[in-house]
C-alpha cells in the first residue's frame, strides 16, 4: 500500500520562501513518476512540477518555473518542493501524487498541505 504524507507548509509572506516534503513509503519508488499538484479555493486542481525518480528529470508548470525545484531523496524516500519569491497565487492546498505508469493518471494521492501566502 502505497503511502504519501506531505509536511511543511504555512504562512509566509510573499517573496518568501517555503520546502515541502513528501514522505513515500510501501514500495520501492525506483521506478515511480512523482508528482507535486496544487488546489486553490473555488479553482480546479493544476500541476505544479514532477520528478521521474530513478532518472531525477524534472518538468514544471510555466507559473512556478524558475521559482520551484523539486527533487528526491533516495536515502529517505522523500520527494521535496523548494518555493521561493513565492506569491500571493501560490496560495493552495498541495498535494504530492505518484504513479507507477508513464501515460496514466496519478493513481496515488497525499492528505495535502495548507502554503497560504501573504500580500
Known amino acids: 500500500q502505497v503511502q504519501l504524507v506531505e509536511s511543511g507548509g504555512g504562512l509566509v509572506q510573499a517573496g518568501g520562501s517555503l520546502r515541502l516534503s513528501c514522505a513515500a513509503s510501501?514500495?520501492?519508488?525506483?521506478?515511480?513518476?512523482m508528482g507535486w499538484f496544487r488546489q486553490a479555493p473555488e479553482k480546479e486542481r493544476e500541476f505544479v512540477a514532477r520528478?521521474?525518480?530513478?532518472?531525477?528529470?524534472?518538468y514544471y508548470a510555466d507559473s512556478v518555473k524558475g521559482r520551484f525545484t523539486i527533487s528526491r531523496d533516495n536515502a529517505k524516500n522523500t520527494v521535496s518542493l523548494q518555493m521561493n519569491s513565492l506569491k500571493a497565487e501560490d496560495t493552495a492546498v498541495y498535494y504530492c501524487?505518484?504513479?507507477?505508469?508513464?501515460?496514466?493518471?496519478?493513481?496515488?494521492w497525499g492528505q495535502g498541505t495548507q502554503v497560504t501566502v501573504s500580500s
Open positions: 501524487a505518484a504513479k507507477n505508469t508513464a501515460g496514466m493518471p496519478y493513481a496515488y
Open positions: 510501501g514500495r520501492t519508488f525506483s521506478g515511480y513518476d
Open positions: 520528478i521521474v525518480w530513478s532518472s531525477g528529470s524534472t
